[in-house]
């Protein structure tokens, strides 16, 4: 078994970023992150997210709003920062609170913006293979690893376990593309499908993105399968000091010696999510000057 993690992948990554930059000059680009109310986590990631972007020179501000904003006051929001042509790339912070519509406001944001790829039309262009399009980050930084790593995808069967337009859904669409590190035969599962163990036993990549902890058991992988473990869930545990220990959708040390590759949580995809956040704000950057 080999543990694949995040931090090595992530830095490098991040390293082939700070590169594209310095060859982009002029002003650096420019990524504002938008926050409605005060939740740790998302206060967590978005702080996480501003350093990484501080560390490779882009141009980022954090414009954080009560919890009780009304929806249109963040489309209003949401509209003129598209019309800023000062920034480059925008990204709403999830989750977003209940009285809010959250794909009405994904799909607000300008596409050429839209480093998340959570708006219809980077999903409509990630399905007809567009290269421009903008993919969302954490199935694109799963990619990314596979690729470093040399796991090996064409003709191989990949299973995706969750259906979300975060994770699950855009992950089985890189995977079924044409071209290097996909061509790939890409189920889709979910907790609803029947005969689940079976369906995941069949994958030679298994990608866990379910949101339940310690879902997915050894009798559910076969041997020699890699395991991509996209879930971040807390658990409460009195032993620790914050009260709660962060663990995956995958029973790690059962699961683990029947791998060839597996990730690690915390240490895995997590790390990969910022490092393609990064790398498509300066995607973003570099097409909006094209002309793109």
Do not use: W
Request: charged letters at 25%; hydrophobic letters at 40%; a neutral charge.
């Amino acid at each position: 078994m080999k543990l694949l993690e995040g931090k090595p992948i992530a830095a490098a990554v991040l390293d082939d970023v700070e590169a594209d930059i310095r060859r982009l000059g002029g002003t650096p680009p420019s990524l504002v992150f938008v926050r409605v109310g005060e939740d740790p986590a998302s206060v967590s990631y978005v702080e996480s997210k501003r350093k990484t972007a501080e560390r490779l020179g882009v141009n980022s501000r954090l414009d954080p709003f009560p919890e009780s904003i009304s929806e249109e006051a963040l489309l209003a929001h949401i509209e003129a920062l598209n019309q800023d042509p000062a920034v480059d790339a925008i990204l709403v912070q999830a989750p977003l609170p209940a009285h809010i519509e959250s794909q009405r406001v994904f799909n607000a944001v300008d596409p050429s913006k839209d480093v998340d790829g959570f708006g219809r039309q980077n999903l409509g262009r990630l399905v007809q293979e567009d290269p421009d399009a903008f993919v969302a980050c954490t199935p694109l930084g799963i990619q990314e690893m596979i690729k470093r790593a040399g796991i090996p995808t064409e003709g191989r069967r990949v299973v995706v376990l969750g259906r979300s337009l975060i994770v699950g859904k855009p992950a089985a669409l890189l995977f079924m593309q044409k071209g290097p590190f996909a061509n790939a035969t890409v189920t889709v599962a979910h907790s609803r499908s029947a005969h689940l163990p079976a369906l995941t036993r069949e994958a030679d990549i298994l990608i866990a993105a379910i949101g339940r902890p310690g879902y997915v058991t050894a009798s559910m992988v076969k041997e020699g399968a890699t395991v991509i473990d996209v879930g971040i869930n807390r658990v409460e545990d009195p032993s620790r000091a914050r009260g709660y220990r962060i663990t995956g959708d995958v029973l790690f040390d059962e699961v683990a010696p029947k791998c060839d590759y597996i990730t690690p949580v915390p240490g895995g995809v997590g790390l990969m999510t910022v490092a393609m956040l990064m790398h498509n704000t300066a995607k973003a950057c570099r097409l909006r000057r094209s002309g793109k």
